[in-house]
């Protein structure tokens, strides 16, 4: 089946404007993850939800930064006025369930690389 | 907090040679350990992936065996190829409530003829 698909796959904006970053994930997947990827910083953990809730936001980098999941599936990612920092691959992901007592395989999607200039 | 660190790179080797890509980690409870390998251009992949001390993650010939004594997940394959050219990325899962993922900074592997 497909797997985790993200849009766009790159994105060039100016410093100030709003982005939106878009994750379709697997069917029936309820877990669905957010990372970015920084040049030299590895991937860093920014939110995620299970279902369509959010329970900690406490990774995201600023207040600039928010996501949201409609449906159980379709989640945004939203960068509000960027900041050249905020230039990344962001990363999402999905998995089968969570807090089951097992660990469930996140499956990741190809990334949308951001440029902040 | 958890933590994972694993060896610079970027990894040279010729083909054929051998390949050790060294991941350690600090964690409370008892994690579960993976590599993850992303090609150019492509998205992140799960190569392997232990769950408990002593498994031994096994995938494409590469293994990687869950030291608890040592806190290690060291990444290891006997002849490696140039197709192995990408990036390696040790991450640790544990459950509290959630389980999410944290990652090493990545090694970049080149394989040359």
């Known amino acids: 089946g497909a797997g985790v698909s993200q849009s766009p796959s790159n994105k060039v904006t100016e410093k100030g404007k709003d982005v939106e970053l878009r994750c379709d994930p697997i069917s029936g997947h309820t877990a669905l993850y957010w990372y970015r990827q920084s040049l030299g910083q590895g991937l860093e953990f920014l939110i995620y939800?299970?279902?369509?809730?959010?329970?900690?936001k406490s990774g995201l980098p600023s207040d600039r930064f928010s996501a949201e999941r409609t449906g159980g599936s379709v989640s945004t990612l939203t960068i509000q006025r960027t900041q050249q920092e905020d230039s990344a691959v962001y990363l999402c992901?999905?998995?089968?369930?969570?807090?089951?007592?097992?660990?469930?395989?996140?499956?990741f999607g190809p990334g949308t690389r951001l440029t902040v200039l | 907090g958890n933590s994972v660190t694993q060896m610079e790179g970027p990894v040279t080797l010729s083909e054929e040679a051998f390949l050790t890509i060294n991941c350690t980690y600090t964690a409370t409870g008892y994690p579960s350990l993976f590599w993850y390998v992303q090609y150019p251009g492509e998205g992140l992949q799960l190569l392997l992936k232990?769950?408990?001390?002593?498994d031994k993650g096994s995938n494409k010939g590469f293994e990687a065996t869950y030291r608890k004594e040592t806190t290690s997940f060291h990444l290891e394959k006997g002849s490696v190829q140039v197709s192995d050219s990408a990036v390696y990325f040790c991450?640790?899962?544990?459950?509290?409530?959630?389980?999410?993922?944290?990652f090493g900074k990545g090694t970049m592997l080149l394989v040359s003829p």
């Open positions: 992901a999905s998995s089968l369930k969570i807090g089951t007592g097992d660990y469930n395989e996140q499956f």
């Open positions: 232990a769950t408990k001390a002593d």
């Open positions: 939800f299970q279902g369509n809730s959010a329970p900690d």
């Open positions: 991450a640790l899962g544990t459950l509290s409530g959630y389980s999410t993922l944290t």
